[in-house]
């Protein structure tokens, strides 16, 4: 027996040890992949000599000779930093993620080899102008440059995650680039899916007049009636609508409420304390671990230029020069149409056009999938762009038989120059220079804010589709393709494009608001980002006769909420100190208990407070019995709170009080009974995840930020190090955006908001500061991973300096880049 026992002694012992080894063999390999950040290379790609100084805080400072060697430094910095999510936002355009991860991104795949991006970005290469040819050689040759170093020094595969696939890692090419940034267009614009559920929602509902409540347009002059979609559709059953939907995994094909977002805004001298202009942008995408935001400098022969990139772009996106600031907004303009063609009932290889039947244009290609067969898609295209699977935004519900859906959108261009107008952005010296660099964007629309040392503007950029006036649904709604008077006719010029340039009140901003109201076709658009933010926004901007960096940086963190000052008012009217006393442990104690915080509350969206997670799980409720009884299953689309509906509702705007009967029931409900019902539903969902005790509550528990890896973040084990998870404060609307999922078991967790912030003072440009919400380093293992997390959740900065002194007091590392010696 003792000898049995020490032989299970041994074999546990090695076991344990076996263990130890392998766990230290692959933390050795892993770590293989971390950059060296203090070292001398040599290479023929470079003209002359440069460095890469990496400030404390992982920031990438850049000096060259010329701009062609700069953005070679900044392809191989990125490459160092964030090889893996290069190539996974590579993949993404080109529809070859199943090529590693296998089946379960097929979906994903066939939907971005429909809409061809990747095609589209190999044919704009020759579009761009010469400075930028130059730029995207170079970055390219940057990054081939590490790769190359990878793979003859044995450095991990670049990243831990690549040797869990083990694809080889094909070369960098400047269509690479201008691909991420037609993904980038795909990510924030959401009128696609907008036209679809506007469809959807007319087909569901029994009075047409209810589209305008649940679908409203932004706050402002209203818009001309339209038909309902089944009278467009003829042969659509209207009980299609309920068709459930659902996401594809790793699409970057927003989900509903979940496009582009952002806060922009400055402020002139005569608004300024300083004396010089102010300069505050905070872009929203969802979160992600490590961010899609990269720090870095770059020393152009313009001047020296420091901001947020997004690695696989040789650009400062958002960020300033000496001379000059910008930031970018989601301008919501409405560059996308759904065009519903007729398949010819003869032959369904063709198409109905305003001149006839007309064959597709088609080309098949082949999806390679780790794991199982290779499957060939025929990919087809109309006049009016690519053909779109039924199964995106169940947009099969609003397709009548014998038709199919295509896509117009204006990033769909094989002469995109929006690369070039980036790279302009960076050499301007001026408003009026960067005005004029930005004529070359195309897509997505965005609210491009701008400072000088003299002066502020806001300039809506992008191409906007010229619509005929007597377009059906007024690009609303998906229309059909074949009528001449639905289909676009080119895009209205640079010069109509909204701008304000130096305004009289001498303070300029944007938060995904309407910026303008003209009639259609001259129109932006009828579905707008914000119509909440501004309010806040507006009242911090006047409350000051003069601004400074530091109430900059307060408004970007302001958590004030002017919805729930705006609504509980409203909706609780009839609830306030109201019924008989109640015992504790009833439904109805805690209900009044419930009131009594939310009465006193300020609005405030604090991390450490109740008040916050009563008032959003009572909003969300209300809306869901609000809409439920009338649209059905097709409710779980509307995943977040939409405070003109409510506010509709309760004020009876044209009727929407309506919306409070529960029709299926014999008693006529009141809104107030809405009300009381939904704060019920409210304090018992929050009870079986939160307890009772909701004095104790914190909305930070509810609505922690979630930066998850893309792939390892489901990985068990590996989860808990690839992961980052933060208490934060915000709300859907709040100016710290922290907009939550809407949907699961953790509904208020935020994924989309601020992945970087900058605030830059041109009366003293080196105290201007910024931050990104996870940090430089993209391998887990590296201290830069999340060393910027913390400060990012705590509302705090680091500076924004273009002093070469500074940046190499506290370097971590400098490298070397040099010509190979002669």
């Known amino acids: 027996m003792s000898l049995l026992i020490q032989w299970l002694m041994r074999i546990a012992s090695a076991l344990v040890i076996l263990s130890v080894l392998a766990v230290l063999f692959v933390y050795y390999l892993a770590s293989r992949s971390l950059p060296n950040y203090d070292k001398t290379l040599q290479t023929t790609a470079v003209v002359a000599p440069l460095e890469i100084v990496r400030d404390n805080a992982n920031v990438p400072h850049i000096f060259g000779d010329n701009d062609q060697d700069v953005f070679f430094a900044l392809g191989y910095a990125h490459a160092q930093d964030r090889l893996w999510q290069m190539i996974m936002l590579r993949r993404t355009v080109q529809g070859r993620l199943s090529e590693v991860l296998g089946t379960q991104t097929l979906e994903t795949d066939t939907l971005m080899r429909r809409l061809d991006l990747a095609s589209h970005a190999r044919a704009s290469v020759s579009s761009q102008d010469d400075a930028t040819l130059i730029a995207l050689r170079a970055y390219a040759n940057g990054v081939n440059t590490r790769i190359d170093e990878i793979n003859l020094n044995a450095l991990g595969r670049g990243a831990p995650e690549l040797f869990l696939f083990p694809q080889a890692i094909a070369p960098w090419v400047p269509a690479d680039s201008i691909g991420i940034q037609k993904l980038m267009a795909l990510q924030m614009t959401g009128h696609l899916e907008h036209e679809v559920l506007r469809a959807r929602v007319s087909l569901a509902l029994d009075d047409p007049k209810r589209l305008d409540d649940i679908l409203p347009v932004a706050p402002g002059t209203g ?182 859906a295509a896509l117009g959108w204006t990033a769909l261009s094989d002469k995109d120059t929006s690369v070039s107008a980036i790279m302009g952005l960076m050499r301007a010296r001026d408003i009026g220079q960067a005005v004029m660099a930005s004529k070359a964007h195309v897509a997505p629309a965005m609210n491009l804010t701008l400072a000088d040392n003299e002066n502020i503007a806001l300039k809506v950029i992008g191409h906007m589709p010229r619509r005929s006036e ?98 509980l008012p409203l909706v609780g009217a009839d609830l306030w100190f109201t019924g008989e006393a109640a015992p504790d442990g009833t439904r109805e104690r805690q209900r009044q208990r419930a009131l009594s915080l939310l009465s006193e509350w300020n609005g405030e969206m604090n991390e450490h407070l109740p008040e916050p997670l009563l008032f959003a799980a009572w909003m969300r409720a209300l809306q869901d019995r609000l809409i439920r009884d009338q649209i059905g299953p097709l409710a779980d689309t509307f995943t977040h709170v939409d405070p003109v509906f409510i506010e509709r509702v309760f004020r009876d705007v044209d009727g929407a009080s309506a919306w409070c009967d529960v029709r299926q029931s014999a008693p006529v409900e009141t809104c107030a009974d809405m009300a009381r019902l939904a704060l019920d539903d409210a304090l018992v969902s929050i009870e079986e995840r939160y307890g009772t005790q909701i004095e104790s509550l914190r909305w930070g528990d509810a609505h922690q930020a979630v930066h998850n890896h893309q792939v390892l973040g489901s990985v068990p084990v590996l989860r808990f190090f690839v992961n980052i998870r933060q208490s934060t404060s915000g709300g859907d609307n709040t100016l710290q955006r922290g907009l939550t999922r809407g949907t699961g078991d953790r509904p208020f967790e935020n994924v989309h908001a601020a992945g970087y912030r900058g605030v830059y003072d041109f009366a003293d440009p080196d105290s201007s500061v910024f931050i990104i919400s996870t940090g430089q380093s993209g391998h887990f293992l590296s201290r830069f991973y999340d060393d910027l997390a913390q400060l990012w959740r705590r509302g705090e900065y680091i500076p924004m300096s273009l002093d070469a002194d500074l940046a190499r007091a506290a370097a971590v590392g400098i490298t070397r880049i040099q010509p190979p010696a002669q």
Do not use: C
């Open 470 to 567: 007597n377009h059906q649904s007024k690009g609303r709604m998906p229309s059909l393709g074949w009528r001449e008077e639905n289909r676009w006719q080119g895009s209205f010029p640079f010069t109509t494009n909204p701008g304000f340039v130096a305004p009289v009140g001498g303070i300029v901003g944007n938060t995904n608001n309407k910026v303008i109201d003209r009639p259609f076709p001259l129109h932006m658009s009828y579905v707008w980002g914000d119509s909440q933010r501004i309010e806040r926004w507006k009242r911090l901007m006047q409350a000051r006769q003069v601004h400074t960096r530091d109430s900059f940086v307060e408004a970007q963190l302001d958590t004030v909420s002017y919805t729930a000052r705006a609504l």
């Open 223 to 404: 818009v001309a009636a339209l038909p309902e979609y089944a009278s467009l559709m003829p042969g659509l059953a209207p009980e299609t609508a309920y068709t459930p939907s659902r996401h594809a995994a790793l699409s970057p094909f927003p989900k509903y409420g979940m496009a582009g977002a952002s806060n922009a805004w400055a402020a002139a001298t005569t608004r300024s304390a300083s004396g010089g202009t102010l300069l505050a942008s905070d872009p929203h995408l969802g979160l992600s671990a490590p961010a899609i935001w990269y720090l870095a400098r770059l020393e152009l022969e313009a001047g020296g230029v420091i901001g947020g990139t997004i690695p696989g772009l040789p650009a400062v996106i958002t960020g300033r020069s000496d001379n000059l600031g910008w930031g970018l907004t989601a301008a919501h303009a409405d560059d996308q149409d759904l065009f519903i063609e007729e398949l010819n009932p003869e032959n369904a290889q063709e198409y109905r056009t305003p001149q006839g039947f007309k064959p597709f244009r088609t080309r098949k290609s082949i999806i390679n999938i780790k794991d199982a067969s290779p499957v060939t898609v025929t990919l087809r295209w109309t006049e009016n762009g690519p053909v779109l699977p039924g199964s995106l935004y169940n947009i099969a519900s609003v397709t009548p038989p014998g038709h199919v």
